[in-house]
């Protein structure tokens, strides 16, 4: 396991993996400062009928919506729901995931089998399918659709974490910590558990775009946060009714949700080549 | 014979796979809830209705009960009624069925056509002007939300430039319905004008889907090319004086294919889940758009009919490649 100033210093090397870093620490920025760079904070959740569907200006810099706010402050502020989305619904899958990866990987009886047939059944049909039908029973919120990502994708986890470890678990250094009986519990968070930080870490980055993706494909579908919340899908889907007159109504949101996804997989790439040179960079689009 | 051994063990596998699937789909629609038979009977129901059809769904019963019956029930081809078509909702998505393959293998075709040459390019070019100008494009093509370039397209090549049609798949009347396939049935009844009027509808829808598939190909092909490069038949060859395009376009690129052709799989399902986004778009009427009006109308047979359904035709499809690919390579038979 390298330091992560090691990590850091041969990221920052690689121009693509540091231009992912940028756009992240762009989007934590916009999501945390919001209030402080939009240009009209106060009209991302009010009516402005006078100022309805205004082209690019230099007070609006994207533009105005249907309901006359500003789409740049209201893309500041949908980072936001953006941000806790994909952290939450990531880190929940991590923790879901990881564990039963864990479990399955090390126990090679019927129940790891059984553990990993269960996910192959959440990954024998596209995510956004079985997101879909949780969002639609539980109704239009972001903590719905979080709950529907989270259980939706924590199988992604097990599979990788899985497969590593039933490989490490012919290593010698394993081998011969059960021999010498230190207790599996031990073993899995000292031993095996570092040793598969790196893919681990390479797919929550990965993960993360994909994520925020299908977050907003839901909604734009019309099944995440109801509005006036400023979501980046649902500001797309709005602007459908508009075009093609306001042809500026969708911009700022999907180049937002272009730029975010852009900047995960970027540093995905950037991290696996670092901290896993055994995989190819092409591998993986998930 | 091999194939159908192959064959048997992967129905062997399906099966089970379904049946879990199921299962998550019940535990999703009937146990979480508070009332999931309020939901079934949609908003305007009565309490007279509710009550009547918690009896017919025999929703007093235990719940391993239930689950039991709702088996029973798709076993015999029963996927619940949609509220919003009054139609049983398996109808409802067969007769959409034709209409998201057919997008859908457009889309193959246009990412497997261009990714391919696009990434033995790349590889040929490796981390010169070409390659990263390529890298950039499938970058791009995995981070762009769909929705919003089938949205931009829309605005420049159908709004704007007025070269192809906004949206749905014809405009008048379909061809004679033989397969539902509007492109083989207007090839089979010969007429080439509504052939090019399918063929133009289709063109949009298809390129925005294909644009996340494309990338994925490019980038593997480009590996698979980077990686066969090396191995010593390729200087064997070289060292005999074969011209180096014969070599790359022949042999290199027969034996990095394997990796491609693996990821098809994978491709269908990157395509079966954009489709639901990109019909939505574009008006196409095949199960996609089909899972969104059910959103729309909060009609929840229809959706968790299309959940079961999509779940199905995706382990079909899955079940297709994997055989298919037994058959182009008997190593993966005998695996």
């Keep these: 396991m390298k330091t992560a100033r090691d990590v850091l210093a041969k990221l920052l090397r690689d121009p693509a993996a540091a231009l992912g870093l940028v756009i992240i620490i762009a989007l934590v920025l916009a999501a945390l400062l919001a209030p402080v760079l939009a240009t009209h904070p106060e009209a991302v959740w009010d009516m402005n009928p006078r100022q309805r569907l205004l082209p690019p200006s230099e007070t609006y810099l994207f533009g105005t919506d249907r309901m006359g706010a500003d789409i740049y402050s209201r893309t500041l502020f949908g980072a936001r729901i953006t941000l806790v989305i994909a952290i939450v619904a990531v ?7 990881v564990p039963i990866g864990l479990v399955s990987g090390w126990r090679r009886n019927w129940f790891g089998e059984a553990l990993m047939r269960v996910s192959d059944i959440f990954l024998a049909v596209p995510q956004i399918v079985l997101a879909i039908a949780i969002a639609q029973t539980l109704g239009p919120s972001i903590e719905n659709i979080i709950l529907a990502l989270s259980v939706t994708y924590w199988p992604w986890f097990t599979r990788l974490v899985h497969a590593e470890v039933r490989a490490l678990k012919n290593e010698t250094f394993i081998e011969a910590a059960i021999a010498l009986g230190v207790p599996t519990w031990r073993i899995i968070l000292t031993h095996v558990l570092p040793n598969v930080m790196s893919p681990i870490i390479v797919r929550t980055s990965i993960g993360m775009g994909f994520t925020i993706l299908t977050a907003s494909a839901l909604g734009f579908l019309g099944l995440s946060a109801p509005p006036p919340a400023p979501e980046w899908g649902r500001m797309i889907s709005e602007s459908r009714e508009f075009l093609p007159e306001a042809w500026w109504y969708a911009l700022a949101p999907g180049l937002a949700i272009f730029l975010v996804v852009m900047g ?18 092409a591998a993986g689009g998930r | 014979m091999r194939i159908v051994a192959l064959v048997l063990k992967r129905l062997a596998w399906l099966a089970p796979t379904l049946a879990g699937l199921v299962a998550i789909v019940f535990f999703i629609s009937r146990v979480i809830p508070a009332d999931p038979v309020a939901l079934l009977a949609g908003e305007t129901a009565s309490r007279a209705q509710i009550e009547l059809l918690r009896q017919k769904l025999g929703l007093d019963q235990p719940l391993i009960v239930q689950l039991a019956q709702y088996y029973k029930q798709l076993l015999s081809g029963d996927l619940g009624t949609s509220l919003f078509t009054t139609r049983p909702v398996w109808e409802d998505l067969s007769a959409r069925l034709p ?3 057919e997008l859908t293998v457009a889309a ?3 990412s497997v056509v261009l990714g391919i040459p696009l990434g033995v390019v790349a590889a040929l070019n490796r981390n010169n002007f070409v390659d990263h100008l390529l890298r950039v494009v499938t970058v791009a093509g995995l981070a762009v939300a769909s929705f919003w370039l089938a949205l931009l397209l829309q605005l420049l090549f159908a709004m704007d430039l007025r070269w192809l049609p906004l949206q749905a798949r014809i405009t008048g009347f379909p061809p004679p319905a033989i397969t539902g ?5 207007a090839l089979i009844e010969g007429n080439f ?34 990686e066969t490069l090396q191995r010593s038949f390729v200087t064997y060859q070289r060292a005999m004086g074969i011209p180096a395009g014969l070599i790359v376009w022949k042999y290199v690129l027969r034996n990095s294919l394997v990796s491609t052709v693996t990821q098809i799989g994978l491709l269908f399902g990157i395509l079966l889940a954009g489709a639901v986004v990109i019909e939505t778009v574009f008006q196409w009427p095949g199960i996609g758009a089909y899972a969104f009006e059910a959103i729309l109308q909060s009609d929840y047979p229809g959706v968790m009919g299309f959940t079961v359904y999509a779940g199905f035709v995706f382990g079909v499809v899955n079940l297709i490649v994997d055989v298919g690919h037994a058959v182009l390579d008997p190593r993966e038979a005998a695996a």
């Excluded at chain 1, 880190?91 to 995931?97: H, K, N, S, Y």
């Design chain 1, 91 to 97: 880190g929940a899958a991590l923790v879901i995931g």
């Design chain 1, 264 to 281: 995960f997989n970027l540093l995905g790439d950037g991290l696996r080549d670092v901290l896993d040179p055994r995989i190819r960079r």
């Design chain 2, 99 to 101: 209409a998201t393959i």
């Design chain 2, 108 to 110: 193959m075709l246009v």
């Design chain 2, 181 to 185: 396939f509007y492109v083989v049935d």
């Design chain 2, 193 to 226: 004008t509504r052939l090019g009027n399918v063929l133009a509808h289709l063109t949009l829808p298809a390129l925005t889907l294909a644009f996340p598939a494309l990338a994925t190909v490019v980038r593997f092909t480009r590996a698979g090319v980077l």
